[in-house]
């Protein structure tokens, strides 16, 4: 057997040209580019749990030495808790803390669920267009066929649309959007982990900085 009869152009463009246009009508643009930037976002290194954690230590070492009061926000490029120091320092307040964490991880859990809504949508129908391919293929067939040619082109034809139709589903579509579901399951651990572990930290000084905002009784 040749494996360069498996490589085929004309069945490649009806499989996989059919299911990219048919993930954007079903989907929608902006939902298809999203899921791009979100594979994007999952291919590269990602969230570095050991660098955040570094410093949000820094930034606890400081308010324990200056206080809530006085401290600074320390920002190192991430979004969610470069706006959870400033939420902490500003509102004194775990609850604050916990809210921010929140709204950041709804956003996130929302923008991967798109992500991978996409892709699960192309693993469903790269095999319908695979079995598209496999009709159309079949319906070039008829009496008038010169003998002979209808195995070394037709059939063929048929064949590896429909192989390709499932390799694209359970071996690109179906695969990414898992993928991209355990990255994101596992940032959300770790960010987790983080905030609960920065609320512990700075407990005692959302207190001591709640009493010294109590006004003093007469």
Not at 42 to 52: I, K, N, P, Q, V
Not at 94 to 99: C, D, K, R, S
């Given at each position: ?57 820094v ?11 006085r ?15 400033d939420?902490?320092i ?9 809210e ?12 991967n ?8 949508q ?16 079949l319906?070039r067939?008829s009496d ?41 399951s ?15 930290e ?17």
């Amino acid at each position: 057997m040749s494996y360069l009869n498996l490589i085929d152009l004309p069945s490649a463009a009806i499989v996989f040209g059919g299911t990219i246009v048919g993930t954007i009508l079903r989907c929608g643009v902006w939902a298809s580019f999203a899921t791009l930037r979100g594979l994007g976002a999952s291919l590269r290194s990602g969230f570095d749990a050991e660098r955040a954690r570094s410093e949000l230590a820094v930034q606890v070492q400081q308010i324990r030495r200056d206080g809530l009061l006085r401290a600074e926000p320390r920002h190192f490029g991430d979004p969610e808790f470069d706006d959870v120091a400033d939420v902490l320092i500003g509102r004194r307040s775990i609850g604050a803390l916990l809210e921010k964490h929140k709204a950041h991880k709804e956003m996130r859990i929302a923008r991967n669920q798109v992500a991978v809504t996409t892709f699960n949508q192309a693993a469903e129908l790269a095999p319908v267009f695979g079995l598209a391919g496999t009709l159309i293929a079949l319906s070039r067939i008829s009496d008038t066929t010169v003998p002979g040619t209808m195995l070394s082109s037709n059939i063929p034809m048929a064949i590896v649309t429909t192989f390709y139709g499932l390799m694209a589903a359970h071996l690109i579509f179906a695969p990414v959007a898992r993928f991209i579901e355990r990255k994101a399951s596992k940032e959300e651990a770790e960010r987790q982990k983080l905030v609960d572990w920065l609320a512990g930290e700075i407990a005692g000084e959302t207190a001591r900085a709640s009493r010294s905002r109590e006004p003093i009784a007469a």
